[in-house]
């Protein structure tokens, strides 16, 4: 086996276990109001529904990009930058749902900007270390 000539940073490995974890745990949070049953939603108080799907299926992209952090793949990082922009869309169309009246939780809030954070910090580096916009320039692939 070949060694890459383009090493694996630590922080990488830190932030593919991160995603990992993350994904896991989006997943769990975000399946029980949406398969828990009437009594789990209930639960969950004002959820908006487009927002959980979202951050649900997100949960398995996670897990993904954690999983191409870890193997030091160009396309962890174009994952990652995916992800990120996909959470900012999702949290302006959360902020149009707010600003037409729309029930919601000071916890979403909190968790939507967390996610964007999160992904935009991993995006950011991930892109940075393996690139992202010209493919056929980056021999990292």
């Known amino acids: 086996m070949v060694e890459s000539p383009f090493p694996r940073p630590r922080w990488a490995l830190a932030a593919a276990l991160f995603a ?5 745990a989006t997943l769990i949070v975000g399946g029980l109001p ?6 789990r939603r209930a639960s969950a108080g004002a959820i908006v529904p487009f927002v959980l799907w979202f951050n649900f299926t997100a949960g398995f992209a996670y897990i993904a990009a954690g999983v191409g952090l870890f193997l030091w793949k160009r396309w962890a990082a174009v994952l990652a930058a995916a992800i990120a922009i996909a959470s900012l869309a999702v949290f302006a169309a959360f902020g149009v749902h707010v600003a ?4 919601f939780e000071m916890r979403t809030v909190v968790a939507m900007t967390t996610r964007c954070a999160v992904w935009i910090v991993i995006a950011f580096a991930s892109c940075r270390a393996l690139g992202c ?3 056929a320039r980056d ?3």
């Open 100 to 103: 037409r009246g729309g029930a």
């Open 34 to 39: 949406l398969f828990g049953g009437a009594e």
């Open 20 to 24: 990992v974890i993350f994904g896991i």
């Open 133 to 135: 916009r010209h493919p």
């Open 139 to 141: 021999v990292r692939r």
